[in-house]
T-cell receptor, first 109, second 114 residues
Framework: GQNIDQPTEMTATEGAIVQINCTYQ??????LFWYQQHAGEAPTFLSY??LDGLEEKGRFSSFLSRSKGYSYLLLKELQMKDSASYLC??????????WGAGTKLIIKP | DSGVTQTPKHLITATGQRVTLRCSPR?????VYWYQQSLDQGLQFLIQ???????AKGNILERFSAQQFPDLHSELNLSSLELGDSALYFC?????????????FGEGSRLTVL
């Protein structure tokens, strides 16, 4: 079966750095997405990785290792507004998005 | 603003009833996806349409049905509603079949079944 694993919840301090991991086992791979979702709101796109390596976009970076079935989202200089759920999703061989359950990130002052 | 419009934003109804949720995708997007998200749960994929045709089906109950019309808007019909159907229903759109590129989500329709 297809599976995506993320930690359920993480806590970090304002101004710090946090890394949210995602491991996946899917039938095929055509890319990995990270989305941010504030409580009660729609998910919004953060990043897309299809090749191995690190993609940096401001305070957020996303890393992919296809051989390990592993990705992480790195958030730097954490702000209170970063408190949200972070969803990892993989595009499988049929170009279907397989979603993780999401990681709830709590930022403390 | 993602450009995806969903109506209604909130809906309260009783068990056994039927409701229709509507979605207008971003201008030019051919694919529409429906997701269900129960409280504090992940996104559950229901169904995808591409240019009027069903493209993929997820964990959609037989009591639920959907369609995409020639103008590309989509409707999700939920019937014989149960308490467990209370959830946030999201519509998302993308330009293609989802092979590359992000999904743009609407603000969701919050359904409460009493």
């Amino acid at each position: 079966g297809q599976n995506i694993d993320q930690p359920t919840e993480m806590t970090a301090t304002e101004g710090a750095i946090v890394q949210i991991n995602c491991t996946y086992q899917t039938s095929g791979f055509n890319g990995l997405f990270w989305y941010q979702q504030h409580a009660g709101e729609a998910p919004t796109f953060l990043s897309y990785n299809v090749l191995d390596g690190l993609e940096e976009k401001g305070r957020f970076s996303s890393f992919l290792s296809r051989s390990k079935g592993y990705s992480y989202l790195l958030l730097k200089e954490l702000q209170m507004k970063d408190s949200a759920s972070y969803l990892c999703a993989v595009l499988d061989s049929n170009y279907q998005l397989i979603w993780g359950a999401g990681t709830k990130l709590i930022i403390k002052p | 603003d993602s450009g995806v419009t969903q109506t209604p934003k909130h809906l309260i109804t009783a068990t056994g009833q039927r409701v229709t949720l509507r979605c207008s995708p971003r201008s030019g997007d051919l694919s529409v996806y429906w997701y269900q998200q129960s409280l504090d749960q992940g996104l559950q994929f229901l169904i995808q349409y591409y240019n009027g045709e069903e493209r993929a089906k997820g964990n959609i109950l037989e009591r639920f049905s959907a369609q995409q019309f020639p103008d590309l808007h989509s409707e999700l019909n939920l019937s014989s509603l149960e308490l467990g159907d209370s959830a946030l229903y999201f519509c998302a759109s993308s330009a293609g079949t989802g092979d590359v590129g992000e999904l743009f989500f609407g603000e969701g329709s919050r359904l409460t079944v009493l």
